[in-house]
């Protein structure tokens, strides 16, 4: 038995393998599919993890952006910045410009647009930033009723005066289509692709 004790004694265990689960694949892949995570969802999306399955995940918002959206707000924030410092710093010659005729009445009016018009613009430039979905829709919500408006009161100002300049129609058109334009880009937003 004394012989036993120093042999047993003396023979050292082979070192002991330890599984890293984090380099080992196979691991890895087993507990995301117990998870849920990685894999297609119904509606084709792919989770990196379970709180984004979760929660949401609005990275693939970026993804889904209609074509072009990102110059329009860029292109609607520079033309609303502009037109409300021309109304902010001169507003009888914005007047002159759009009616074709001086102003008779107080400038007072005229700035407080482009005042209104300013707030309006840090709302795109804002959106222009953002990669939110609810942000963007209500961006261009704000942008549609804007020119909706516009196109409202321009109208009812222009036949009240009996003014019909080509300044004015033109005016009047390109409040119509830059309405059609936000609007468009309003419902395309978010819309998912059809699968094929």
């Known amino acids: ?27 890895r892949l087993k507990t995301r599919k117990i998870l849920g995570v990685g894999g297609e969802d119904d509606d084709g999306e792919v989770h990196r993890s ?7 995940n609005e990275i693939k918002f970026g993804l889904r952006e209609p074509a072009g959206l990102r110059p329009w707000i860029l292109f609607s924030a520079v033309v609303f910045t502009a037109v409300a410092l021309m109304a902010l710093t001169v507003p009888s010659q914005l007047y002159e410009i759009v009616f074709e005729e001086e102003q ?70 390109s409040r119509l289509l830059f309405l059609t334009v936000t609007l468009s880009y309003y419902y395309n937003l978010g819309r998912r692709n059809r699968k094929m």
């Open 50 to 56: 379970k709180i984004s399955q979760m929660l949401g």
């Open 104 to 173: 008779t009445a107080t400038s007072l009016s005229v700035r407080l647009y482009g005042g209104a018009l300013l707030s309006l613009s840090l709302i795109m430039w804002n959106g222009l930033y953002t990669t939110e979905k609810v942000i963007l829709q209500w961006t261009l919500l704000s942008e549609a009723c804007y020119f909706a408006i516009q196109f409202i009161v321009t109208s009812i100002t222009l036949i009240e005066l009996g003014l019909f300049s080509n300044s004015a129609i033109l005016l009047l058109l």
């Open 1 to 27: 038995m004394r012989n036993l004790a120093p042999s047993m004694a003396g023979k050292s265990h082979p070192p002991l393998m330890k599984k890293h689960s984090q380099t080992d694949l196979v691991s």
